[in-house]
Nanobody, 122 residues
Framework: EVQLQASGGGLVQAGGSLRLSCAHS????????IGWFRQAPGKEREGISC????????YYPNSVKGRFTISSDNAKNMVYLQMNNLKPEDTAIYYC???????????????WGQGTQVTVSS
């Protein structure tokens, strides 16, 4: 059974940093990608980073490129999202997801963890 659990959210001031963690189990990471998504109140869900278990390739949209970094620790079955220079508009619920794919599309991911709230105060 595929399981994902996101953690590490919290309240931070603008300009600060947070590191989110995604614990995953139940699948061979080499065959999957893990992505981070976020959803702010009243807005659509947005894909914000992806890492491919196949080749370690990463993918970011322009909205977070240069501020967010996704990484994995395969020995621990963990994926991390380091978020720097946070802005109030980064406030959202953050989710990790997994799918048997390479990075490049944010559509139709099969497996989702519960969200973790990130709040950035101005």
């Amino acid at each position: 059974e595929v399981q994902l659990q996101a953690s590490g959210g919290g309240l931070v001031q603008a300009g600060g940093s947070l590191r989110l963690s995604c614990a995953h189990s139940g699948f061979v990471f080499d065959d999957y990608a893990i992505g981070w998504f976020r959803q702010a109140p009243g807005k659509e869900r947005e894909g914000i980073s992806c890492i491919s278990g196949y080749d370690g390739g990463t993918y970011y949209p322009n909205s977070v490129k240069g501020r967010f970094t996704i990484s994995s620790d395969n020995a621990k079955n963990m994926v991390y999202l380091q978020m720097n220079n946070l802005k109030p508009e980064d406030t959202a619920i953050y989710y990790c997801a997994a799918d048997r794919r390479l990075c490049g599309s944010w559509l139709s991911w099969d497996y989702w963890g519960q969200g973790t709230q990130v709040t950035v105060s101005s």
